[in-house]
């Protein structure tokens, strides 16, 4: 492998990583100090306002589906259950997508070079060889679209919040996907520990 083929496959490998860094969620979650989560075994999902019937909607209702999924799929790992009637807590979700500015850099290299001269000590040309040197970054703004979910629970017998988890994800497409959704949950319920 010559110098410069290493150094296209380091550049690549470093984009590889920055970008699966940049597609990581980042979570945030909000607890109630004073609440026992100790105590909070069931829960219920709030229901969602009621929307006019709509190729929109129904790709809403998607989303909503996506959005439960998860949720429960995290909640029942930490011993959750859903309930109809008189649950511990009840539960609800946001889901916002918007437009953003975000800071990009690219590094800049300089092409590699080989350069000949004629050894007349020896009699013959040899050459040596010039690697692509770093120069910097390129730095620019681009547009991008951000998704956040975020996921709120009530307790039932006193109407207080007592955990807000928030997760903001870049999105790929122009609307959130079930994996994007997925990420976000899990990485809200990596830091909620039901256990306090």
Same mark, same amino acid.
Not at 33 to 40: L, P, R
């Given at each position: 492998?010559?110098? !410069?083929?290493?150094?296209?496959?380091?550049?690549?490998?470093?984009?590889?990583?920055?970008?699966?860094?940049?597609?990581?969620?980042?979570?945030?979650?909000? *607890?109630? =100090?004073?609440?026992?989560? %100790?105590?909070? !075994?069931?829960?219920?999902?709030?229901? +969602?306002?009621?929307?006019? $019937?709509?190729? *929109?909607?129904?790709?809403?209702?998607?989303?909503?589906?996506?959005?439960?999924?998860?949720?429960?799929?995290?909640?029942?790992?930490?011993?959750?259950? =859903?309930? !109809? @009637?008189?649950?511990?807590?009840?539960?609800?979700?946001?889901?916002?997508?918007? !437009?953003? +500015?975000? +800071?990009?850099?690219?590094?800049?290299?300089?092409?590699?070079?080989? #350069?000949?001269?004629?050894?007349?000590?020896?009699?013959? &040309?040899?050459?040596?060889?010039?690697?692509? +040197?770093?120069?910097?970054?390129?730095?620019? @703004?681009?547009?991008? *679209? $951000?998704?956040? &979910?975020? /996921?709120?629970? /009530?307790?039932?017998?006193?109407?207080?919040?007592?955990?807000?988890?928030?997760?903001?994800?870049?999105?790929?497409?122009?609307?959130?996907?079930? #994996? =994007?959704?997925?990420? %976000?949950?899990?990485?809200?319920?990596? *830091?909620?520990?039901?256990?306090?």
């Amino acid at each position: 492998m010559t110098l !410069r083929s290493f150094t296209w496959v380091a550049a690549s490998a470093f984009a590889a990583v920055a970008f699966f860094t940049g597609c990581a969620s980042n979570a945030h979650i909000e *607890k109630d =100090e004073s609440a026992d989560f %100790s105590k909070y !075994r069931t829960y219920a999902w709030l229901d +969602q306002p009621a929307a006019k $019937e709509t190729k *929109k909607s129904r790709k809403n209702d998607l989303t909503e589906t996506n959005i439960r999924n998860a949720v429960n799929k995290q909640l029942y790992k930490n011993g959750w259950k =859903e309930v !109809r @009637s008189n649950p511990d807590v009840m539960i609800s979700y946001d889901l916002l997508v918007e !437009r953003n +500015q975000k +800071q990009q850099q690219d590094p800049v290299y300089s092409d590699a070079f080989v #350069r000949r001269y004629y050894n007349r000590y020896t009699g013959r &040309v040899n050459t040596i060889y010039y690697p692509s +040197q770093f120069m910097g970054y390129d730095s620019y @703004s681009t547009t991008v *679209k $951000e998704g956040t &979910v975020t /996921i709120t629970m /009530i307790d039932n017998r006193t109407d207080k919040t007592v955990f807000q988890g928030w997760a903001t994800n870049e999105l790929v497409t122009s609307n959130i996907s079930s #994996r =994007e959704i997925d990420q %976000s949950v899990k990485s809200i319920f990596k *830091k909620f520990d039901a256990g306090k």
